[in-house]
């Protein structure tokens, strides 16, 4: 019974994080997520490796990206992500009230090869009032290395200007928690909970293929489609302990008494693989660059024969517009499916050889989840 309830955590928070639709660079977070055939240099890691070879032979990336709201509390959650009894407590006084996501990037392209550490994506629901242990905390953290490599081919007779190609070789670590404390013990009376928390590491792949294409009407058109997250698995190592929480005969901070650690079987996670396509393209005249991406998304692990489904799709559509003589760049865009609903908006300062961006994804779905996005870089 306990491992059924392991694996349905495990697999409940599979498809919680990849329902969050976390856009790393602010390019691709203000022209709503597209980026399949859009996005160039270290800012297509995420969505199309292939694009690192349109971007500038050498490069230096950080983007940062945080829900507006709770950004301590999520942040603050990481260092108990595997003791969440003990984050609890420790936040007795505070009423917790966040529910969203901490990601970044920090990657270094030299001569199109691209090594990239993903900053801790930090995700988590976290709900409980002041001065009260009833609430409940869910939080996962996610890092990965990324190893981007590509080449560019050039085939004569045909209407492409080129064909270019890419892979992500990653290695990943994760961590979640699991707790709920159903209320504040009476003074001297005692409340049980039972946290369920695992760490794992694990590996997967992505490939894909991006090429401009001549059509009547649009320059700079181009088209991509990327395969991610294939093979892409964790083993977890599942533990659970089940703690005693005493009221305050004075009313002032239960104590937190430890059970005994127990640890379960190991769980391997697949994750769910997914397809996209996308193109992009600039209207003549009017300099307006817009974006379009379909992903489906699945297969991945289904763990007890629960029937629980990680099959979806998620639309993207962005535009982009520059203005005063193309110093400053202006960024919108759309991401939809039946579990998501984002409207973004961004800007660039463009500025030879380095990057300054930001962009803001509003969630239609989870107003906690609003988040802001900031690039900066040099070119070199």
Do not use: W
């Amino acid at each position: 019974m306990k491992r059924l309830l392991v694996g349905l955590f495990v697999l409940s928070l599979l498809v919680s994080a990849s329902l969050a639709q976390v856009y790393i660079g602010s390019r691709q977070a203000g022209m709503g997520g597209t980026g399949v055939a859009s996005a160039v240099g270290l800012n297509a890691v995420a969505f199309n490796p292939a694009g690192l070879m349109r971007g500038p032979s050498g490069e230096f990336l950080l983007s940062l990206g945080a829900a507006s709201q709770g950004i301590d509390q999520i942040i603050s959650s990481f260092g108990e992500v595997t003791d969440p009894a003990q984050f609890m407590v420790d936040n007795y006084g505070t009423n917790l009230d966040a529910d969203g996501s901490v990601s970044g990037l920090l990657g270094l392209n030299v001569a199109h090869i691209g090594l990239s550490v993903l900053i801790p994506n930090i995700s988590a629901n976290l709900s409980k009032p002041a001065n009260s242990l009833g609430g409940s905390v869910t939080a996962m953290a996610n890092t990965a290395i990324v190893l981007t490599a590509g080449h560019t081919f050039t085939i004569p007779g045909v209407p492409i200007a080129n064909l270019d190609v890419g892979a992500n070789a990653k290695l990943l670590n994760s961590g979640f928690g699991r707790l709920l404390i159903p209320g504040t013990p009476a003074p001297s009376a005692t409340v049980e909970a039972t946290q369920i928390y695992a760490t794992g590491s694990g590996y997967g792949f992505d490939i894909g293929a991006r090429s401009n294409v001549e059509i009547p009407m649009l320059t700079d058109f181009s088209v991509g489609v990327a395969l991610r997250d294939i093979s892409q698995t964790v083993k977890y190592s599942p533990k659970s302990r089940t703690d005693k929480y005493t009221g305050s005969a004075t009313g002032g901070e239960p104590t937190i008494t430890k059970g005994t650690e127990s640890a379960e079987a190991d769980v391997d996670v697949t994750y769910p693989t997914s397809l996209a396509i996308g193109c992009a393209g600039t209207i003549p005249g009017i300099g307006l660059k817009v974006a379009a991406d379909v992903t489906s998304v699945s297969g991945g692990t289904n763990l007890a024969g629960t029937g629980i489904g990680t099959d979806y799709s998620v639309t993207n559509i962005g535009f982009e517009y520059p203005l005063l003589l193309n110093t400053l760049i202006l960024r919108a865009g759309l991401a939809s499916s039946s579990d998501i609903s984002l409207t973004t908006l961004g800007a660039k300062i463009n500025i030879p050889f380095i990057t300054l961006e930001l962009a803001t994804m509003i969630d239609g779905k989870n107003s906690k989840n609003t988040s802001y996005v900031v690039d900066a870089g040099v070119a070199f």
